[in-house]
């Protein structure tokens, strides 16, 4: 049976179904135009507190990073992530993407972004079913109130099947999503934040209740999504090694980023190492 389907990416899909790359250009290469993401003197507070949570964020990230966030619990990660999207109150300072502001065009810009919250759970009773909220992010592309469309379906089914590795698990495509085991939770949540074909994933602690395999595989997706197709990726990680694919690395403690570096200066920086062995001693 022929899928049709409606991409707005052919790299994207190239990588979704597993095709042959090699006449793609895989190289990264250095990246010389305006940076994707602008984060300018950022202090980000929740509404009712009295101090901000995070301070003096400065960043600029262009298209193509993998990008790491690591820091304590608390330290303002997940906070960081919902600031670059554009959700949170700002005490001061400005975050751009692609020379657009998130605050002003926030719903325009989002729906190129993928984000997967942290540990989100669901009750069981919940009637939605896994593949509507596979299509969630496929529906905010397409617009409010527009109605989704065989394309649409094919391509959330399309990276659910890819991460859902279909020799370990059934089908579940058709129950609801309050039913599935937190990995399978997971994988949906990924499947939709893939769905959107997005140019930014902004993933927060994607690997939590994956077994071993399904996180290699997952991390293999990744890198090549980010690799052919382009996509910026900014994880939340609490994994012990900073993969080789990883460009570069960011820690965050008490709502300041206190390293921001090219992977292989921040893997041997004093301050990975402080923050490797502090965390090793429990
Ligand atoms: N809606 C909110 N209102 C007020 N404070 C909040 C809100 N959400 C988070 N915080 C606070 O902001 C700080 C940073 O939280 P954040 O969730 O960003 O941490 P994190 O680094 O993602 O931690 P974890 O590793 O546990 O996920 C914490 O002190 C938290 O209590
Ligand atoms: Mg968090």
């Known amino acids: 049976m022929t899928v049709y389907i409606k991409s707005y990416n052919k790299r994207f899909i190239s990588v979704i179904k597993g095709d042959d790359f090699s006449e793609f250009n895989v190289n990264i290469s250095e990246n010389n135009n305006k940076p994707q993401i602008v984060l300018k003197n950022v202090n980000t507070i929740y509404e009712g507190e009295r101090y901000p949570t995070l301070f003096d964020i400065n960043l600029k990230i262009n298209q193509g990073e993998f990008i790491f966030i690591i820091g304590p619990n608390g330290s303002g990660k997940t906070t960081l992530l919902e600031t670059i999207l554009g959700i949170l109150p700002l005490e001061r300072g400005m975050v751009e993407i692609n020379g657009e502001s998130v605050l002003r065009n926030g719903s325009k810009i989002r729906k190129n972004i993928g984000y997967v919250i942290q540990g989100i759970e669901f009750d069981p009773q919940t009637p939605f079913l896994v593949k509507t909220a596979a299509m969630v992010s496929r529906s905010g592309r397409n617009g409010l109130l527009k109605r989704n469309k065989k394309g649409d379906r094919a391509i959330a089914k399309l990276c659910l099947d890819v991460l859902r590795n279909k020799h370990e698990t059934e089908d579940y495509w058709d129950r609801p999503i309050g039913k599935l085991s937190g990995g399978m939770i997971q994988k949906v949540m990924l499947a939709n934040a893939l769905a959107a074909e997005p140019d930014i994933l902004l993933l927060d ?9 399904a996180r290699h ?26 993969p080789k694919e990883v460009n570069r690395l960011i820690i965050i403690q008490k709502g300041r980023i206190i390293l921001d570096e090219k992977r292989e200066i921040a893997i041997n920086s004093e301050k990975f190492r402080a923050y490797s062995n502090y965390m090793a001693n429990y």
């Open 205 to 213: 602690e994607p690997f939590a209740n994956l077994d071993i395999k």
């Open 217 to 242: 595989s997952i991390f293999k997706l990744l890198v090549k999504l980010n690799q052919i197709a382009k996509i910026t990726i900014i994880c939340v990680s609490h994994e012990a090694v900073i």
